[in-house]
T-cell receptor, first 114, second 114 residues
């Protein structure tokens, strides 16, 4: 069974630009969550999507947005990039919404903002 | 606001020794996850604990959950070098059926020396 895939794996952008990251969950999984990992703030929850609906969102500015498609693939968009957005962005998939089900993490997208 | 505290944050130990990592959280929850992360890698799911008194074991690792004390432990028995990694606990706050995403501890950086 294929795991969670994320593209691209590495990305370098300039301040002010925008970026879109993609996540394909494990086949059959309908929930996708996104997390940001930085040395200073650790792992922080961004948002979760289930059946194309955003179920919850973490404490991040509106520059961070996402969506989920009917095939459960998800994209995350960050507009007007700031240096502080440099991080490892992880997505995780699970059968159903976070809570009682195991979450499987993808390899991550490492974003560097210069 | 849910707070998750792990201790110790850094642990250096010798092969063959036993040790315990502690994870305290600040609000009601009966759903706790343990993950392992190797340098430059994503998160690997170790255990999902879904009820008070839950105990799970895999090889040299054993995790338990005490929801009344709001405490989970990850016990390492007869440590081997391959267990060197950063270990995270993560909690889902109880929200009556909803889900707010995982809140992670800062991680315990474990080094096992020969």
């Amino acid at each position: 069974k294929a795991g969670v895939t994320q593209t691209p794996r590495y990305l370098i952008k300039t301040r002010g630009q925008q970026v879109t990251l993609s996540c394909s969950p494990i086949s059959g999984h309908r929930s996708v969550s996104w997390y940001q990992q930085t040395p200073g703030q650790g792992l922080q929850f961004l948002f979760e999507y289930f059946s194309e609906t955003q179920r919850n969102k973490g404490n991040f500015p509106g520059r961070f947005s996402g969506r989920q498609f009917s095939n459960s693939r998800s994209e995350m968009n960050v507009s007007t990039l700031e240096l502080g957005d440099s991080a490892l962005y992880l997505c995780a998939s699970s059968l159903y919404p976070v809570g009682s089900y195991e979450q499987y993490f993808g390899p991550g997208t490492r974003l560097t903002v210069t | 606001e849910l707070k998750v505290e792990q201790n110790p944050l850094f642990l250096s130990m010798q092969e063959g020794k036993n040790y315990t990592i502690y994870c305290n959280y600040s609000t009601t929850s009966d759903r706790l996850y343990w993950y392992r992360q190797d340098p430059g890698k994503s998160l690997e799911s170790l255990f999902v604990l879904l009820s008070n008194g839950a105990v799970k074991q895999e090889g040299r690792l054993m995790a338990s959950l005490d929801t009344k004390a709001r405490l989970s432990t990850l016990h390492i028995t007869a440590a081997v070098h391959d267990l060197s990694a950063t270990y995270f606990c993560a909690v889902v706050p109880y929200s009556g059926g909803g889900a707010d995403g995982l809140t992670f501890g800062k991680g315990t950086h474990l080094i096992i020396q020969p």
